[in-house]
């Protein structure tokens, strides 16, 4: 999708589009930085295409051993980053280093991490509610025609499973590395005649 956007000429687009505004300390948590900037960074492109080549294995999987087909699978926009806490961590330890062999090898160790992180908030891990609601994170992703294409795609093949999707900010819980599902607790009902699907046969 970035590529598309890029060589329709929207790279100049930031990669995450109206964003609100957030109090410290998540206040510089977003990467600012633009589409053409995102796909010029050869550690954000190699991760991403580690995760997907993890992402293909995992499906090959769920297809091998639940017979699940392409049609039974909704595929959702998801960037990736090497940009963690860990990451963060290393690099905050750089910056007291002394310049020489130490520092120019932490730096080199550095650019090569490629352990992924949620770059967007991740459309998956939301909220499965009843009726075919669904709670997911807002993936603030970029804004082509006043629509945030990011979120018109996950809107799209959620519909193909029948559910409806609520957006919600979520980048304080995003930012910790964690998204709605991750800080939600739900109390649902398995006792009610209606639930009680295990008497149905």
């Not at 039974?72 to 990451?87: E, G, K, N, Q, S």
Request: proline letters at 5%; a negative charge.
């Amino acid at each position: 999708m970035l590529r598309e956007l890029q060589g329709s000429g929207h790279g100049a687009q930031p990669l995450h589009a109206d964003l609100p505004a957030l109090e410290w300390p998540y206040d510089d948590k977003a990467d600012l930085r633009s589409i053409n900037e995102f796909l010029a960074d050869e550690q954000f492109v190699d991760t991403n295409r580690i995760s997907g080549r993890r992402i293909a294995a995992n499906i090959d999987v769920l297809k091998r051993e639940a017979g699940l087909t392409d049609g039974d699978i909704a595929r959702v926009p998801m960037l990736y980053t090497a940009r963690t806490i860990d990451y963060l961590i290393a690099k905050t330890a750089i910056t007291g280093m002394e310049p020489g062999p130490a520092r120019d090898k932490a730096i080199a160790e550095l650019d090569a991490m490629r352990k992924a992180g949620a770059e967007t908030p991740n459309p998956v891990n939301g909220l499965v509610l009843a009726g075919g609601e669904y709670v997911a994170p807002r993936p603030y992703g970029p804004v082509v025609g006043g629509k945030d294409v990011f979120m018109t795609s996950t809107t799209k093949a959620f519909a193909l499973t029948g559910h409806h999707v609520t957006y919600i900010n979520d980048l304080v819980t995003h930012f910790s590395e964690g998204e709605i599902h991750c800080a939600t607790n739900i109390l649902r009902d398995v006792f009610s005649s209606d639930s009680r699907w295990w008497q149905h046969g």
